[in-house]
């Protein structure tokens, strides 16, 4: 394949940030801000984190860029702009490369998001990295150290279908719903309305959910230096969920990561005010917990007849 | 291997950047600018790119990110922030892999660049991809499409040393000063200083060069939509190269590349001023051709009984 007919194939005709100086052409691309900007990268690799039995070359390009818009969203940030390095494996032909570019493409469009720069090498096994990047006003960026005793603990969507369509898919089994499972796996959809919505507010506590609730409400804990508190039936799950067994609801909710949905804190003052700019961006939105001052920082989960700690892994044991 | 312990050794205790709001350690960095702001990505992949039997792991990581500081340069940017996606063999240690972020910190600490944000990842093969950001003065970025008929042409440094320190590499050759040449090869210095330098001018065209000159000359001829002449012997070359074959020399100092020296263009006028920044900054600068007007873009070869056109690739042939 030739590297320069390959660019002009990926390259954007034209680019729709109004901050962008320099897209794709030169040595580096250039862009101008007032905001301050974030920036994140993200490295998926096939066999470990996509695999061509479950995806097509549009979802593994579309989610590669969700997981990134995700990070930017969980720091309350608009995306903007992203970059996209490759490895490529011989045996992949060139219709497949610009399936995964058009699978960016379609998910960064619905963001005004403009691809500037990319490498493309070739190797063993197939490799994408994203480095995205957003903005964000002054002093609104939302830190997962932000979380304060009080709080109210929030979640958006519903947690735990990426991982069952990822199982429906792997085991082929049948369940009710499973296009929906399928398509949450495949083609999520990361927060960003609400966490632009979230930028009225003075502090938001917020992580996305890529590996698990479990794991990202102790990132808020150690943090924030707090105790937060999962009251485990409150964790939103889809209206079919139910039909799995209660090991799997159990672990996919509270440990099957990649739902790319948010978790946050705020102020039982301001909760009123997240649940009403959840009702603007139609962002289903839940409290699923609340948070004490702690002496070591932890997560604990509230089950029906006992609460027990909740380590990173998903794993309980008790407090 | 914990990723976590891996993070953790590898991030900078204290950041440079007064630019910097927020460091590794949530979903995504943040910073601040009042500068146009230049972001390039570059990939690397081992027996690709690099191999272990000509690089040391520091080198590895040097190089890499001397590849991306060197994109910067050439757009008249000052490096200030890097991220680094990683795909590691499991064969790979640990100790291994510190070495490549030593030698990365290594060259970030002249530039005083900070580590902001990365993602490592398990594979077959090793990559490395770094996206690299820098500053530049609003209207001071420097384009490859801003060559000019009857400008001077320039390079900085001296060319095809790279190549001929990785040829005694892999042949296991004795040369004279063949440490300077594999120290080139390993190490090389991107040109920031002069670079920031001819951030007083008002209009230069620049392209580093990574590919060889004949690649850049032409890239900048064809940006440019003018004819760019290379007077062959004016080529800059390091005093004991004369030592290699003819066809070496003429071949590695055209189209040896990764010197990461820099290719440019500018007024008559203000060449006594770049040779004059060229002296603060104490970087080698020569006079290496001219630009004139063209009906199609091309480059061109002065030799010393004839000129011939210069392709991409170095190949000559008649005009």
Redesign the interface.
Known sequence: MDEFSFIDAIKQKDYKQPTL??GI?????????TS??????????EH??FSLETMDPFHIGYRVLAANIS??A??G?EPA?Y?????IPKSWNQQALEEIYRGMRDLAAKHRMDL??????????L?I?I?A??Y?P?DK?R???DARPGDVVFATGTLGDSRAGLEMLLEGQECKDKDDYIQRHRLPEPRVALALGLQELDRVA???ISDGIASEANEIAE?SGIELTIIEEKVPVSQSFHQFTEKQQYDWKLSGGEDFELLGTVSVANWPKVQELAAETETPVQQIGYVREAEEPRVLIQLREETKRLTKSGYTHLK
């Open positions: 100086v320099k052409g030169d040595d580096a691309a250039v862009f101008r801000s301050d900007i974030v920036a994140t990268v993200d490295t998926f690799v470990i984190h990070d930017l969980a720091m940030s702009f970059l996209v390095s490759m490895c500037i720069g990319g490498d493309t090498v070739s190797g063993d096994s490799m990295s480095t990047m957003g964000v002054k960026v830190y997962r150290s917020l992580n996305d943090a």
